[in-house]
């Protein structure tokens, strides 16, 4: 597996977006056939270093079942007080109200593509310097050398296509 696309959207330091230390948003294309969006390039303490997609962790509301972030004190649906219970932290103490969408399984795997990262972010910064720049992170992904029919408008659904196996719900 390579990375074999690396798209950077710098954060504008006068922007909310911005705080101390994200400087970047990418998204990276591995072997030219699977996407990973919304990474964030961080500035460190020892430098630059990739952050993998995440999203909050919820827990449900007892009353309502709507999901709620873990800090949250009432069901943002409801209104019930939620019960109070300890926050997940991990191994140095820290709180753990994210977790990864999609993350390398490997040091080899993260180390491959942190270098393909910030040496990208770096051309781009270079890139951000000349006049008419312009970011190409929200560009299509369509690859210009590929012919793809055009879709049926009578299958919209993935479930709708006879050589799929049908949903069987969820438990």
Known sequence: MRVTEVRIKLVDERTEQANERLRAFCSITLDDAFVVRDLRIIE???GLFVAMPSRKITERCPSCRHKNPLTARYCNNCGTRLPER???TDEQGR???????AHPINQK????????VVQAFYRE?????KPGYKSRYDDGYASPNVSRPPLDPGHTRLADSPDL????GTP
Do not use: F
Not at 109 to 116: E, F, K, L
């Open 95 to 101: 709180l753990r109200l994210h977790t990864d969408v």
């Open 165 to 168: 196996p049908q949903d069987q």
């Open 109 to 116: 795997c993260r180390d491959m593509i942190q270098r393909a």
């Open 86 to 88: 300890p926050l997940p």
């Open 44 to 46: 460190g303490a020892k």
């Open 125 to 129: 910064l270079q890139r951000a310097k």
